[in-house]
Nanobody, 127 residues
Framework: QVQLVESGGGLVQAGGSLRLSCAAS????????MGWFRQAPGKEREFVAA????????SYADSVEGRFTISRDNAGNSVYLQMNSLKPEDTAAYFC????????????????????WGQGTRVTVSS
């Protein structure tokens, strides 16, 4: 079992930065691939970024490529999303997700692939 708690959301002006954190409980974090998703009001949940077990492999949605960076600290049971050059269209609730994996190299970009979800943290970007 993995429990996930996101933090770091808030209100920021366009062009600003935020760093989201996701703290994971349980021993399975070090065997879990992790991801960030977001859901804007009235829209479906969408993939943002994913990272494999070691943190050496990452994937990003085209809309955030070059602006967002996902990273993880396995010793600290945490995953992060550094968000730079924020745009109003980045406004959404951001969710951390985890999936236990046996492959060292795998990451996942589909929400259905994940087993555990946090409650989300809201990000609002003003123009």
């Amino acid at each position: 079992q993995v429990q996930l708690v996101e933090s770091g959301g808030g209100l920021v002006q366009a062009g600003g930065s935020l760093r989201l954190s996701c703290a994971a409980s349980g021993r399975t974090f070090s065997s879990a691939a992790m991801g960030w998703f977001r859901q804007a009001p009235g829209k479906e949940r969408e993939f943002v970024a994913a990272i494999n077990l070691s943190g050496g492999r990452t994937s990003y949605a085209d809309s955030v490529e070059g602006r967002f960076t996902i990273s993880r600290d396995n010793a600290g049971n945490s995953v992060y999303l550094q968000m730079n050059s924020l745009k109003p269209e980045d406004t959404a609730a951001y969710f951390c997700a985890a999936r236990r994996v046996s492959s060292y190299y795998t990451y996942y970009t589909q929400s259905d692939d994940y087993d555990y979800w946090g409650q989300g943290t809201r990000v609002t970007v003003s123009s």
